[in-house]
């Protein structure tokens, strides 16, 4: 009968929670009641749990931890600790919040638990979590995008419910007022789940685009609206060869522009900082430049020309003459000579002319340099002899000498008392004559044509008669791989190059070829 009893008393107080230090059994007894059951709560709330502390020992009790325990996913729970004394036989209300996370519909079993040093005390409260239905929606896509450039959309709808959302979906693409896309249907989302959309315009017009994104789902209906704009700025660009190297600029009225793309010879660059783009070539011919201007693809081409110097000397000057690859003088070129005694320096004029002091650089072996910043630069090796000084006796002749296949005559010297009798000088002047009026009609009345190979370039030159036009047709045996003219048609067939120009009297065609 006695062990009956005490069964009996441990059942009666199982159900409040009381646990008794195993150190102070006897002596200190804590109880916490939840003053509320059932909790009623929806995903996404902050609910609170009221309970009580009893002290039913000998002593105060004093910080009391107090703390949920339950299922470790769909809650975040608060600990608490009490630093009010709880005297013996006295009461303490409180109270725990807990935040419902997205989870299912139903009944949770939770534990409220107190602990004062080695006494606790825990007892039961529920959470009856109910259906949510709700969701956001949203349209991820930029402000701005320059025109020429995929535009990428992403439509998202999320689930903030508990349960299945039932319903339709529905989007549009608007350019200024005027649909160009539109879409709906019906579906449904899991609990915690989403629908997404990812929609690529590819380069789309220049204009203001509108996307409408709407939803009805679990009876609620929503909608959202983003606007970006498709624009093309206005570009300028200059394409020229300086200094050894091909330089692309790109700007508009606020400077140079960067990241443009730009393409030379099939080699892909970009603008820096300040729209620029160098590539260094030493090789002569024409070269191909594209460039992406916001979409808009313009080619453009930069011939590379090289110098050519040919040279004569007259007793103590050095005759240079300097031309480029089609043979056209090119002036304002900077010439140095370098010798055994020193340098000197000359700058070719209008005719591409200029002249070497050869006292200054001294004879024998001499280095000849041509340099332009709109050329590539050449450089000639040649031997300058130390003239002989005539004898006074030695009677004096006319000379002549060439330079660069044109004749340059120099007047006899007037040493020695010799005459030329009337007879032989008129008969020098009558050939003079007969000479000049040939060259003359072959000048203007003849075609003339140039070719030359430098590289992996083969460059021909046609020009037409001043007196008559010119029908052209020229065939050459060359293995080319690609060939431009600046006039006419030309094609490579069975490892020839043919080409057919008509020219009108005095004018000229050119044709580059690139050796393969």
Same mark, same amino acid.
């Given at each position: 009968?006695?062990r009956?009893s005490?069964?009996l008393i441990?059942i009666?107080?199982?159900?409040? !929670?009381v +646990?008794?230090?195993? $150190?102070?059994?006897?002596?200190? @007894?804590? %109880?916490?009641n939840?003053?509320?059951?059932v909790?009623?709560a929806?995903?996404?709330?902050?609910v609170t749990?009221?309970?009580?502390?009893?002290?039913l020992?000998?002593?105060t009790?004093r910080?009391?931890?107090?703390?949920?325990t339950?299922p470790a996913?769909?809650?975040?729970?608060?600990t608490?600790?009490?630093r009010?004394?709880?005297p013996?036989n006295g009461t303490?209300?409180?109270s725990?919040?807990i935040k419902v996370?997205?989870?299912?519909a139903?009944v949770?079993?939770l534990t409220?638990v107190?602990r004062? !040093?080695s +006494?606790?005390?825990? $007892?039961?409260?529920?959470?009856r @979590?109910? %259906?949510?239905?709700?969701?956001?929606?949203?349209?991820?896509?930029?402000?701005?995008?320059?025109?020429?450039?995929?535009?990428?959309?992403?439509l998202?709808?999320?689930?903030?419910?508990?349960?299945?959302?039932?319903?339709t979906?529905g989007?549009?693409?608007s350019?200024?007022?005027v649909?160009?896309i539109?879409?709906?249907n019906s579906?449904?989302?899991?609990a915690?789940?989403?629908?997404?959309?990812?929609i690529t315009?590819?380069?789309?017009?220049?204009?203001n685009?509108?996307?409408a994104l709407w939803a009805?789902?679990?009876?609620k209906?929503k909608?959202?609206?983003?606007?970006?704009?498709?624009?093309?700025?206005k570009?300028s660009?200059r394409?020229?060869?300086r200094?050894g190297?091909i330089?692309v600029?790109?700007?508009n009225s606020?400077?140079g522009v960067?990241?443009i793309k730009v393409?030379?010879n099939?080699?892909?660059?970009?603008t820096d900082e300040s729209g620029?783009?160098?590539y260094?070539v030493d090789t002569?011919?024409?070269?191909?430049v594209?460039?992406d201007?916001d979409?808009k693809?313009?080619?453009?081409?930069v011939?590379?020309?090289?110098?050519?110097i040919?040279y004569?000397?007259?007793n103590?000057t050095l005759?240079?003459?300097v031309?480029?690859s089609?043979g056209?003088p090119?002036?304002?070129?900077?010439?140095?000579a370098?010798?055994?005694l020193g340098k000197?320096?000359?700058?070719?004029n209008?005719?591409?002319l200029?002249?070497?002091?050869?006292n200054?650089?001294?004879?024998?072996?001499?280095?000849v340099?041509?340099?332009?910043?709109?050329?590539?630069g050449a450089?000639?090796?040649?031997?300058?002899?130390?003239p002989?000084?005539?004898?006074?006796?030695?009677?004096?002749?006319?000379k002549s000498?060439?330079?660069?296949?044109?004749?340059?005559a120099?007047?006899?010297s007037?040493?020695g008392?010799?005459?030329?009798g009337n007879d032989?000088?008129a008969?020098?002047?009558?050939?003079?004559g007969l000479?000049?009026?040939g060259?003359?009609?072959?000048?203007?009345?003849t075609?003339?044509?140039h070719e030359?190979?430098l590289?992996r370039?083969?460059?021909?030159k046609v020009k037409?008669?001043?007196?008559?036009?010119?029908?052209?047709?020229f065939?050459r045996?060359?293995s080319a791989r690609e060939?431009?003219v600046?006039?006419?048609?030309?094609?490579i067939?069975?490892g020839?190059?043919?080409w057919e120009v008509?020219?009108?009297?005095?004018?000229e065609?050119?044709?580059q070829?690139?050796?393969?």
């Amino acid at each position: 009968m006695k062990r009956l009893s005490v069964v009996l008393i441990f059942i009666l107080l199982l159900p409040i !929670g009381v +646990v008794l230090s195993p $150190a102070n059994a006897g002596e200190t @007894v804590l %109880i916490i009641n939840p003053l509320k059951e059932v909790i009623n709560a929806v995903p996404g709330e902050t609910v609170t749990i009221p309970f009580q502390i009893k002290n039913l020992g000998n002593d105060t009790l004093r910080n009391v931890t107090v703390y949920v325990t339950g299922p470790a996913e769909g809650f975040i729970y608060q600990t608490k600790l009490i630093r009010v004394p709880v005297p013996p036989n006295g009461t303490l209300n409180e109270s725990l919040s807990i935040k419902v996370l997205l989870i299912s519909a139903g009944v949770y079993n939770l534990t409220i638990v107190a602990r004062a !040093g080695s +006494v606790y005390t825990q $007892a039961p409260v529920k959470i009856r @979590v109910g %259906i949510l239905s709700d969701y956001s929606i949203d349209v991820e896509v930029g402000k701005e995008y320059l025109y020429g450039h995929d535009v990428g959309i992403r439509l998202i709808v999320k689930s903030k419910s508990n349960g299945v959302l039932l319903g339709t979906v529905g989007y549009s693409i608007s350019r200024d007022g005027v649909r160009l896309i539109e879409n709906e249907n019906s579906t449904y989302i899991q609990a915690g789940g989403q629908w997404e959309r990812n929609i690529t315009l590819h380069r789309p017009e220049i204009g203001n685009y509108t996307v409408a994104l709407w939803a009805n789902l679990g009876g609620k209906f929503k909608k959202v609206t983003k606007t970006f704009r498709v624009y093309q700025r206005k570009l300028s660009y200059r394409a020229f060869f300086r200094n050894g190297a091909i330089t692309v600029i790109v700007y508009n009225s606020s400077g140079g522009v960067p990241g443009i793309k730009v393409t030379i010879n099939g080699v892909e660059f970009t603008t820096d900082e300040s729209g620029k783009v160098s590539y260094a070539v030493d090789t002569p011919g024409t070269y191909e430049v594209v460039l992406d201007l916001d979409g808009k693809i313009v080619t453009t081409f930069v011939e590379v020309k090289r110098l050519f110097i040919s040279y004569q000397q007259r007793n103590s000057t050095l005759i240079v003459k300097v031309v480029d690859s089609t043979g056209l003088p090119v002036p304002n070129v900077t010439l140095s000579a370098s010798g055994p005694l020193g340098k000197d320096y000359a700058v070719t004029n209008s005719s591409g002319l200029a002249t070497v002091n050869l006292n200054k650089t001294g004879y024998g072996t001499l280095i000849v340099s041509a340099q332009s910043d709109d050329y590539i630069g050449a450089q000639a090796v040649l031997q300058a002899v130390r003239p002989v000084r005539p004898s006074p006796t030695t009677s004096s002749t006319t000379k002549s000498e060439t330079i660069s296949n044109q004749t340059y005559a120099i007047p006899p010297s007037t040493t020695g008392e010799e005459k030329t009798g009337n007879d032989l000088t008129a008969l020098i002047l009558i050939a003079s004559g007969l000479i000049l009026a040939g060259t003359s009609y072959l000048a203007f009345a003849t075609p003339s044509f140039h070719e030359e190979t430098l590289d992996r370039y083969y460059f021909a030159k046609v020009k037409a008669p001043r007196l008559r036009p010119l029908h052209y047709h020229f065939e050459r045996p060359v293995s080319a791989r690609e060939v431009r003219v600046t006039k006419g048609k030309a094609r490579i067939e069975d490892g020839r190059i043919i080409w057919e120009v008509e020219l009108e009297p005095g004018e000229e065609a050119q044709l580059q070829a690139v050796l393969g």
